[in-house]
């Protein structure tokens, strides 16, 4: 992955951030990698140790705790909302249909956070964590490393709708899924670059079945699909049944972040409808 791809992901940690802790008159206003230096100066260092330890129990761990960032900030920005527990007038986002059984690392975050409530007590914001976490994951699997900037507020409220709507589906048109990048700021090149995220991590077969049996309402596999690749995965995603079992994103290099995931798509053996025809 090159400078932009890393410029990408840093742009990612920025979307939509909510209001912003008051810092000293230079930098109000701004987040920014310092943030922490005087208040609790270990911040960064407790993330990233919390994670190191998580991802070497599990490796998946890597990709679940990137994922978390990008489902937090696709729906009310930066803002940790998608950590919230239904409660009073909140309605969790763990619910919706794109988080439900599916995203996971919160233990992870809650670890980091409670490491961090011992060292400095009422500081460090959850929706930072998840931003560190993310970063530090990335580099965990070989991936590049960035500057996060600090100092996000975290949300006292959650949207189930903006789940639902803003966070893009396996099943989407590239359309539908440039239209969601598009409400965020983001352009088509924000959209590929992104998208090798999946280069980590699993997809479950329920997420991409239609493709292999019925994608266009006409009980047949997605044409476009390399056919020997979708006979291996028809193998352990039946038509019915079997939505749990868990398929790597990447087959060559599944858990190291590189661009493998690419190469797979312009063979055609991608298992998200995602693909570079896609982008006439």
Request: hydrophobic share 35%; proline share 5%; with cysteine.
């Given at each position: ?7 990408l992901l840093m742009v ?93 690392g919160f233990e992870v ?172």
């Open positions: 992955m090159g400078d932009q791809s890393v410029n990612l940690t920025l979307l939509g951030f909510g209001p912003l802790c008051l810092c000293d008159v230079s930098n109000e206003g701004y987040l920014y990698p310092q943030f922490y230096e005087r208040t609790c100066p270990r911040a960064q260092q407790i993330v990233k140790s919390v994670v190191a330890k998580a991802v070497a129990k599990e490796v998946r761990m890597a990709a679940s705790l990137l994922r978390l960032q990008f489902h937090d900030c696709f729906v009310k920005g930066c803002d940790a909302s998608l950590l919230l527990d239904s409660s009073g007038s909140i309605i969790s986002e763990k619910n919706s249909t794109p988080n439900r059984n599916s995203a996971r975050i809650d670890q980091i956070k409670a490491a961090l409530e011992k060292e400095c007590p009422q500081t460090v914001s959850c929706a930072d964590i998840i931003a560190l976490a993310a970063r530090d994951s990335t580099v965990l699997a070989g991936g590049p490393s960035w500057e996060v900037p600090l100092g996000r507020r975290d949300s006292r409220s959650a949207s189930l709708s903006g789940s639902n709507s803003n966070i893009p589906a396996p099943n989407n048109t590239f359309q539908t899924i440039l239209t969601k990048f598009k409400r965020q700021g983001l352009d088509i090149i924000d959209l590929v670059a992104l998208s090798g995220s999946h280069t980590i991590g699993n997809s479950r077969c329920v997420s991409f079945r239609q493709r292999l049996y019925n994608q266009s309402g006409n009980a047949k596999p997605d044409p476009t699909l390399d056919q020997l690749y979708a006979s291996q995965l028809r193998s352990r995603c039946p038509r019915s049944g079997g939505d749990q079992n868990l398929f790597s994103l990447d087959f060559v290099t599944p858990t190291k972040f590189d661009n493998s995931y690419y190469k797979n798509l312009l063979r055609s053996k991608g298992t998200f409808e995602f693909r570079p025809s896609s982008c006439d």
